[in-house]
């Protein structure tokens, strides 16, 4: 295991990291498994021809091709999924995923579990989003022009 900044050698800190490695882990595995499942489906059916690497062309096939679409969305999802748990298993490899944003706490383990990019603890997340809200009545008072003006 590598070295990370934050975990300073604690074994708190260091269970954290390998349980949420494992975390990360099992779900890139249960990802890539469905992704390549669907994958081998398409092209058992046959259906898709050279489409898979070509996104534009799903986007321009016709109504009959609806399905596939769905099918070819669904598994771009999938790999954009995919591409934030490698970075997050980057991030985890630096020592720094799994910390608020806002406060630089840890988030728990049981909220990362629901939400693995989650970027902020549940108090900060909440607190941002009730001063999310403010904010959008503010600017709904002053109005689009004035807003303008502070900037
Ligand atoms: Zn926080």
């Not at 604690?10 to 779900?27: F, I, V």
């Not at 499942?37 to 898709?48: A, C, L, Q």
């Not at 108090?123 to 004035?146: F, K, N, P, V």
Request: proline share 1%.
């Amino acid at each position: 295991m590598k070295d990370t900044k934050n975990t300073s050698g604690d074994r708190m800190a260091r269970s954290r990291y390998a349980e949420l490695k494992q975390m990360l882990d099992t779900r890139r595995r249960e990802i890539q498994a469905e992704v390549q499942g669907k994958m081998r489906d398409v092209r058992e059916e046959g259906t898709w021809g050279g489409k898979l690497n070509e996104v534009l062309d799903a986007v321009e096939s016709s109504e009959a091709d609806i399905q596939e679409d769905i099918e070819f969305a669904l598994i771009q999802m999938k790999s954009e999924t995919l591409n934030k748990i490698n970075d997050a298993l980057v991030r985890l490899e630096h020592g720094n995923y799994g910390y608020c944003f806002d406060c630089a706490e840890e988030i728990a383990q049981k909220r990362l579990r629901a939400l693995p990019f989650a970027v902020r603890c549940k108090d900060c997340e909440e607190a941002r989003e009730i001063a999310e809200q403010r904010q959008r009545q503010l600017t709904a008072r002053r109005g689009a022009s004035s807003l303008f003006l502070d900037m």
